[in-house]
């Protein structure tokens, strides 16, 4: 498994249907599509989607990933650089 070189959190590259590897938090999330959703998941198929996550297993779509990015101590580093 790989790890953040800003903050070394577990990641899981995703490669996405756009071509691009996104770096994802390792731990899989229950979500549900919501394109008015706080979150973006990005799925083990490499679809990305904005959703909801943490919801009741009844309501959920997946499980998808989210992207690492979105929750790294250390974001302000990666945009930079
Ligand atoms: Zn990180």
Request: charged share 25%; net charge positive; aromatic share 4%.
């Amino acid at each position: 498994m790989a790890e953040c070189r800003s903050c070394g959190a577990p990641i899981k590259w995703i490669k996405t249907t756009a071509g691009r590897s996104m770096p994802c938090d390792a731990e899989g999330r229950t979500y549900k599509e919501n394109p008015n959703g706080a979150a973006v998941i990005v799925t083990e198929s490499g679809n990305v989607v904005r959703a909801d996550i943490d919801v009741d297993g009844k309501q959920a779509t997946g499980v998808g990933y989210i992207s690492h990015f979105a929750t790294c101590p250390n974001a302000s580093k990666h945009r930079r650089r």
